[in-house]
């Protein structure tokens, strides 16, 4: 796997309900190659109101009897998901009901290379509760990863978490990012709601530590189940 990606790609105009439509992925600003195999993304819904489901899957295939996220409530959601490459690259994307969406690419995977990484499972751990440390934060927190209880390896590239909010109010959005690198345009979850939201992310790492930012105060919780490395 390629990992350090953190570029978006909206869906504009918005999706039309009960229509598939591709997203040529090599072609966009994220500087895919043409030759990825399967796309890391992580998946926003701004749904225009209660929305089923919206399922993503690989262009030229058949559509799926899938769902990738639920908005029931109409609430933006977001869920990870890893999603074979179409035909020319591209993804289709269907949703039962009228939405915005984004795209967030943080990695792809592709054939066997000198710069590619290799999946290291770990003992589900838990690099940070908030509640137990500093408290609730608002704006960038910085966690040291590899200096936490966890100890992966130095060689890791990119970390598997699963990233837990609980807001003290609505919270617009938490972004990931590797530490020491500029904050990008994504998100890696949303609760407008103010309810406890959890979601994969997959984070790239520069110097063992990576960095959160929130829109408002909230708890941050990061539980690691594995890592990327050569």
Same mark, same amino acid.
């Given at each position: 796997?390629?990992?350090? @990606? ?6 504009? #105009? ?56 639920? !908005? ?9 998901? @890893?999603?074979?490459?179409? %035909? ?13 969406? @984004? ?36 704006? %960038?927190? &910085? ?9 992966? &390896? ?8 699963? !990233?837990? %909010? ?37 984070? #790239? ?10 829109? &408002? &105060? ?13």
């Amino acid at each position: 796997m390629k990992t350090g @990606i953190t570029m978006s790609i909206s869906a504009t #105009p918005r999706l039309v309900a009960n229509t598939a439509r591709d997203f040529p992925i090599p072609s966009s600003n994220c500087a895919v190659p043409s030759d990825a195999q399967a796309y890391s993304l992580n998946v926003t819904s701004v749904p225009q109101g209660p929305l089923g489901y919206l399922s993503i899957w690989p262009s030229g295939k058949a559509q799926p009897l899938a769902s990738t996220l639920n !908005a029931p409530t109409g609430t933006i959601v977001a869920n990870a998901a @890893i999603v074979p490459a179409g %035909v020319n690259g591209a993804l289709s994307i269907f949703a039962t009901q009228k939405s915005d969406v @984004i795209l967030d690419i943080n990695g792809y995977f592709a054939a066997p290379g000198a710069n590619g990484l290799s999946l290291y499972p770990t003992p589900p751990c838990r690099v940070i509760d908030t509640r137990n440390v500093s408290g609730a934060f608002n704006g %960038v927190l &910085s966690v040291a990863v590899e200096a936490s209880a966890c100890a992966p &390896s130095a060689a890791a590239r990119s970390y598997v978490l699963n !990233a837990t %909010v609980v807001p003290v109010t609505s919270l617009g959005y938490l972004t990931l990012w590797p530490a020491g690198e500029s904050q990008p345009t994504v998100s890696t979850l949303n609760a407008q709601d103010s309810a406890v939201t959890s979601n994969m992310a997959i984070t #790239p790492t520069l110097n063992g530590a990576i960095s959160a930012f929130s829109t &408002s &105060s909230t708890q941050l919780i990061l539980d690691l189940s594995s890592y990327f490395a050569p």
